[in-house]
């Protein structure tokens, strides 16, 4: 598995602005006015830092709305490097779906377990298949994948919606790139 640089930058940011909200709370209750502040405020200080800068870290990463875009859209172009017998390419696409989904089970610890669930479950297989470059395989990997996707859309609740059952995806029909991407790499 390619190590994902996402993952690093978000859990760098995250480090970053837990450190900055230190650095802040030090400097706001320094100030020359020694003896003023007493631990706890300090520590309280601190502590609504933290929070903001949680909150901050939440609004600028991307959620799993953004990450799935990205997540159809390399799932779409595995099928049709398949189709091409472009092996290398089938693989490299299903790296980039587990990278991607390394910066989602960051910014959404919530969703981790049902996204590595997936991984070992569908993306592996699919991955083994292409590795032994077996189209009946592949197919039939892709064909279960499918179900996995849509299963957790079934699963998954959140404030606003009691499921996303009506995401529905499919085994695509058209190339998501309308012909630019050449998926036999010939
Ligand atoms: C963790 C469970 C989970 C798995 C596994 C999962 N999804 Fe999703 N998917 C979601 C959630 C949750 C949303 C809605 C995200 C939001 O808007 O916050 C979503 C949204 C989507 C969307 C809608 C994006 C849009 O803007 O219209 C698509 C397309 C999608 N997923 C495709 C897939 C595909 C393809 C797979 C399998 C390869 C997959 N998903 C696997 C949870 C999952």
Same mark, same amino acid.
Request: hydrophobic share 35%.
């Given at each position: 598995?390619?190590?994902?640089?996402?993952?690093?930058?978000? @859990?760098i940011?995250?480090?970053?602005?837990?450190?900055?909200?230190?650095?802040?709370?030090?400097?706001?209750?320094?100030?020359?006015?020694?003896? @003023?502040? @007493?631990?706890?405020?300090?520590s309280?200080?601190?502590?609504?830092?933290?929070?903001?800068?949680?909150?901050?870290?939440?609004?600028?990463?991307?959620?799993?709305?953004?990450?799935?875009?990205?997540?159809?859209?390399?799932?779409?172009?595995?099928?049709?490097?398949?189709?091409?017998?472009?092996?290398?390419?089938a693989?490299y696409?299903?790296?980039?779906?587990?990278?991607?989904?390394?910066?989602?089970?960051?910014?959404?610890?919530?969703?981790?377990?049902?996204?590595?669930?997936?991984?070992?479950?569908?993306?592996? @297989?699919?991955?083994?298949?292409?590795?032994?470059?077996?189209?009946?395989?592949?197919?039939a990997?892709?064909?279960?994948?499918?179900?996995?996707?849509?299963?957790?859309?079934?699963?998954?609740?959140?404030?606003?919606?009691?499921?996303?059952?009506?995401?529905?995806?499919?085994?695509?029909?058209?190339?998501?790139?309308?012909?630019?991407?050449?998926?036999?790499?010939?």
């Amino acid at each position: 598995m390619l190590k994902s640089k996402r993952a690093k930058i978000a @859990t760098i940011l995250g480090a970053m602005l837990v450190l900055l909200a230190i650095v802040v709370a030090g400097c706001t209750s320094g100030g020359g006015s020694a003896g @003023t502040n @007493t631990n706890s405020d300090l520590s309280k200080k601190v502590d609504d830092l933290q929070k903001f800068a949680a909150v901050q870290q939440k609004s600028i990463n991307p959620g799993l709305g953004t990450i799935m875009i990205e997540y159809s859209t390399r799932m779409a172009k595995a099928w049709f490097a398949a189709q091409a017998g472009n092996w290398d390419m089938a693989r490299y696409q299903i790296d980039e779906m587990k990278e991607i989904q390394e910066t989602g089970e960051i910014t959404r610890p919530k969703r981790a377990p049902q996204l590595k669930k997936f991984e070992s479950k569908y993306l592996d @297989t699919m991955d083994k298949a292409a590795e032994d470059k077996d189209l009946n395989k592949f197919q039939a990997a892709y064909t279960d994948a499918i179900k996995g996707c849509n299963d957790c859309h079934t699963q998954v609740k959140s404030d606003e919606f009691s499921n996303y059952g009506f995401i529905k995806v499919q085994i695509p029909k058209t190339d998501p790139t309308g012909g630019l991407q050449n998926y036999s790499g010939k």
